[in-house]
């Protein structure tokens, strides 16, 4: 049965643009704020999956300007300040740093979990499991949990976690962190069995992090903390936009986990528990196909978004045409999305290279198609 | 100089279905009725390339109950009753026999041609030309000529016309009408030099067509005779719709000209004139895409119907999604076509299987969609 932690605050990563899944996504309808996989959009699936664990009240939203409104419209429940609008992208390193300084001004034993906005999980209920562990295990101190995904593939588009010495059942110290590696290497890592995919989510105390900002971020904490300390006032919106973009543009991992591990000294209290609850980026529209046709009964077939659908020799394709008649005859591995205004048609295979369309419609100034 | 043949009455026969440029063509929205190839639609295009050599009060229009209307709307120019609803679908020899018969009351010395809806000509000054050559010719007297497409690849989806003695200088006797050929003979066809596309282009006196009709259909003239003598009359829509549909269903060829060029006594008046004015049925979304592509700058490119487009890695795709911008990735040799309520995705060397879609919607009574 899962417990509402008192100081446990869920910290959605909400500013991300999400370009592979255009013409779908767009710059005000980013792919966390598209229903992919199902009725609700992939951030109300975050909400969702993470509500038994925290008070509505608990969740905090990092986003940008042009997401704000349709976030607030999908999260009815959560109240205006929980969602707060970067002035600049900055990374995670400032967003989840800000979050801490705030958190810690009201609850000095606040929790934080940082989760992408914008992946899925099958099993909710596992996850929520080994999710409650890692809250216990960050609240205890020093600790900082990550997340681990057990690799399944020779994966060149993530990044990996080393884990070291197994301290209890299914907890590892990390030995460090590693950028997307090439093929050679991720199936080194995925044959030695101490690699996992690194899934995003991190969980510190509040004062653990803000102290390692401090360290590792010895310029751009000092921002966090005055934009901080005006939250709540009239004087937020303007210092916000003032100091917000003076921060270094950084992940947390690459700001404050990787030196940790690479020094060694501090890596005793980093620690990377296992999740196997069926977790997916859902990277590209390629990625949504897997997952879709992984989740029906019958193999490696068709996923028509239509009303209808007519199949002749064709198969594992991927189309997306809402309240149409689909009709597949003598296709396979394509990928085809239509909206009002445009039509993608790309295989599975190349599907990754979506976000050059954008790329050229950013250059183009074709400011409606992005 | 084209002039106006005061006794050349052009019957163009657009009553068919077309159903292999679904989901662009439905029942009422035929192929003929579409603007495939540029901004006039096909039986707009016919009635302009002939317009130079009959006045618009000779043309005729044979067509089917669901196309009247909207046929009417694009003819503007022709009276209603130079627009002929059939009350049942009975092929080429009951229609153009109909028009024979009516015509001859009125004009003894009509010259009639017989001109499907659905076809492209590249060269329509130089088509005129020969065309009027084969009015002469038909007029006068016995003269069948039917218009032959030099064939330029051994096509198997046409019927083929054997010519024989060559008596003026582009003018052969006919030997006989082949059905479909396999690749093999098409092949012998294409080296022989002696064989020529059937076009469906025919042109007779009315009063020779009535003749050859009275003696190969001879249940069938009859009944012809009654409706065309009701023609104009307050009889004329019941008489019409009891008679026709009484009517031998078989096409003109079959009935009249090819035991004519079999039993050899009366092949004398079968005429061949040879046309080489880039002539195109049209016949499904790959001949569109080749017929398109030849007729643009830069080779076996993509052709894309949408408001702008963006092609990566793409080629050789044939894509309709007008007022869409269109991104291409990774694809070739594919037909995307979408309506506001279908969307097909096929190949190139599939397209012919459309018609099967438009079989299964069918079957499924799924009737707005066909």
């Not at 937020?236 to 060694?264: H, M, Q, W």
Request: glycine share 8%; net charge positive; hydrophobic share 40%.
């Amino acid at each position: 049965m899962a417990k509402q932690n008192a100081h446990f605050y869920p910290v959605i990563l909400a500013g991300g643009r999400g370009t592979r899944f255009w013409p779908l996504s767009r710059k005000r309808r980013a792919k966390q704020l598209l229903a992919l996989n199902g009725k609700r959009t992939m951030i109300q699936q975050t909400v969702d999956r993470l509500r038994p664990l925290a008070r509505e009240k608990q969740f905090w939203i990092i986003t940008n300007e042009d997401l704000k409104v349709e976030i607030g419209r999908q999260l009815p429940n959560l109240a205006r300040r929980q969602t707060v609008a970067e002035p600049a992208g900055r990374n995670t390193a400032p967003a989840i740093g800000l979050a801490a300084f705030i958190l810690l001004r009201h609850d000095p034993a606040a929790v934080i979990g940082m989760f992408p906005s914008d992946h899925v999980v099958a099993d909710d209920k596992g996850f929520r499991t080994v999710l409650q562990r890692a809250v216990d295990l960050a609240a205890l101190g020093e600790n900082i949990v990550v997340l681990g995904v057990q690799p399944t593939r020779p994966e060149t588009g993530y990044g990996y976690i080393e884990t070291g010495e197994r301290t209890q059942k299914d907890l590892f110290r990390v030995r460090r962190f590693t950028e997307k590696p090439n093929r050679q290497r991720a199936e080194e890592f995925l044959a030695s069995g101490r690699y996992f995919w690194n899934s995003g989510m991190f969980l510190w105390r509040a004062d653990t992090l803000a102290r390692a900002l401090r360290e590792h971020l010895s310029e751009t904490a000092p921002y966090l903390e005055q934009i901080a300390a005006a939250f709540g006032t009239r004087k937020f919106e303007a210092t916000f936009r003032r100091l917000y973009p003076k921060c270094e543009n950084i992940s947390v991992d690459y700001a404050v986990l990787e030196p940790r591990s690479a020094k060694g000294e501090h890596a005793s209290n980093l620690f990377c528990l296992p999740v196997n609850v069926g977790w997916n980026d859902l990277g590209s529209w390629a990625a949504l196909y897997e997952y879709s046709a992984r989740t029906k009964q019958n193999g490696a077939e068709n996923v028509i978004r239509g009303a209808n659908s007519f199949t002749l020799d064709a198969e594992g394709n991927y189309v997306h045409a809402p309240g149409k008649f689909v009709a597949t005859v003598g296709v396979s591995n394509l990928v085809v999305v239509e909206t009002d205004d445009a039509l993608l048609v790309t295989t599975r295979e190349q599907a990754q290279d979506v976000g050059k369309v954008v790329k050229y419609l950013d250059e183009k100034k074709m400011t409606k198609l992005v």
